[in-house]
C-alpha cells in the first residue's frame, strides 16, 4: 500500500492521519495530549493510531510504516525521544515501543521541524538540486533544510535559526533571536510597552489591526528583526525556496511581505533575488504529518 501513517506530536495535541505518496491527508484525528507521565503519552500515541486505522477500515499492517515528528532532540537513528520540554519524555524509546505492536512496519521518527520541512519538499515544486529551508516562528524559533531530499544535518544543531544572536532594537541588546522575536517575546514586548491591553501574542496583532502606534512599532521592529536572521540565511545558504510556517506567520501571512521589504534594504544588490523566493507555507499547518508520512514512503 502507497499509504502510511503520519504522526505529529506536541505538548497540547497529537495528530494523526493518513498519508499518500503526493501528500495529501485522510482520515484526520486530532486528540489533546495527556502529559500526567510518559506511558500516558504512549498510550495516546497507541489510541491515537488505532483510531485512524477504523476510520481508514484496515489493520496498522496494511500501511507502509508510521512515521512520528516530535519536539525537542530526537535520535532518529536510535529510536529515541532524547529531551522534549513540554512532554514526560526523557530518553524514551519510542520505535522500541512501537515494534511491540507493529513488529513488521517501518517506523521512523524525527524532529518535529525536520518533519515539517520535509512535508513542504514533498509539496512545493523543488527541482533536483535546489536547496529548501522552511523556517517556523511560534512559540519558539527553528529551521531545517532540504536538498534532494536529504536533510542537512551537521553535527547536531544545523537549522537552529532561533538560537542566533541579533540585535533587538526593542530590547537595545544582542540576544538569540528566539528570545526577541517569538511568540512570547511578542507578547512580553506587548506588555513592557502597551500594558493590561496584552495578554497574549494576539492582542498584539489585533492592536497593530486597530492602528495602535506601540503595537505599530513592536511588528516594525520584530518583522526587521527577522529580515536580519534571514538576510544571515541567505549569505550563509542561499535556498531555492524559503518557507515560513508556525502559528505566528501562518496566522498573520502579511508578514512575509513586511520581512520581504525589511530585506530589501539590508541585502546586496546581487542578492536580492532571494525576496522572490520567500513565501508562506500553504499546508495549513500540515506540513508535520504530511512530513511524517512521506518520510516512509
Not at 233 to 261: C, Q, R, T, Y
Request: contains cysteine; aromatic residues 6%; proline residues 3%.
Amino acid at each position: 500500500m502507497k499509504q502510511a501513517i503520519g504522526i505529529d506530536i506536541g505538548g497540547t495535541k497529537i495528530a494523526g492521519a493518513v498519508v499518500s505518496a503526493d501528500g495529501s491527508l485522510t482520515h484526520l484525528v486530532h486528540q489533546p495530549t495527556d502529559t500526567s507521565s510518559a506511558q500516558a503519552v504512549f498510550a495516546q500515541l497507541l489510541a491515537v493510531i488505532e483510531l485512524i486505522c477504523e476510520q481508514a477500515g484496515c489493520s496498522a499492517n496494511e500501511f507502509a510504516g508510521i512515521g512520528i515528528g516530535l519536539p525537542g532532540k530526537v535520535d532518529r537513528d536510535a529510536g529515541i525521544a532524547v529531551f522534549q520540554n513540554n512532554l514526560p519524555w526523557d530518553n524514551f524509546p519510542v520505535v522500541a515501543k512501537l515494534r511491540e505492536y507493529y513488529p513488521q512496519l517501518k517506523i521512523v521518527i524525527d524532529n518535529d521541524v525536520a518533519m515539517s520541512a520535509y512535508g513542504e519538499y514533498v509539496t512545493a515544486e523543488v527541482e533536483p538540486g535546489e536547496l529548501l529551508s522552511y523556517v517556523t516562528i511560534s512559540t519558539g524559533i527553528a529551521a531545517a533544510s532540504i536538498v534532494d531530499g536529504q536533510h542537512i544535518l551537521g553535527a547536531g544543531f544545523s537549522g537552529e535559526l532561533g538560537m542566533t544572536r541579533v540585535y533587538s532594537a526593542l530590547d537595545q541588546a544582542y540576544m538569540r533571536l528566539e528570545e526577541a522575536v517569538a511568540g512570547p517575546a511578542i507578547a512580553r514586548h506587548g506588555q513592557q510597552l502597551i500594558g493590561r491591553d496584552v495578554q497574549e501574542t494576539k492582542d498584539v496583532f489585533d492592536l497593530y489591526a486597530q492602528g495602535n502606534a506601540e503595537a505599530e512599532r513592536i511588528i516594525e521592529s520584530v518583522t526587521q528583526t527577522i529580515a536580519y536572521a534571514i538576510d544571515n540565511m541567505i549569505s550563509l545558504l542561499d535556498p531555492h525556496h524559503i518557507i515560513f510556517g508556525g502559528s505566528v506567520m501562518e496566522k498573520n501571512p502579511w508578514l512575509v511581505a513586511m520581512v520581504a521589504e525589511a530585506l530589501d534594504d539590508t541585502l546586496l544588490p546581487a542578492q536580492k533575488d532571494a525576496i522572490s523566493r520567500l513565501r508562506i507555507s500553504q499546508n495549513k499547518g500540515q506540513h508535520g504529518l504530511i512530513g511524517a508520512g512521506s518520510r516512509v514512503l
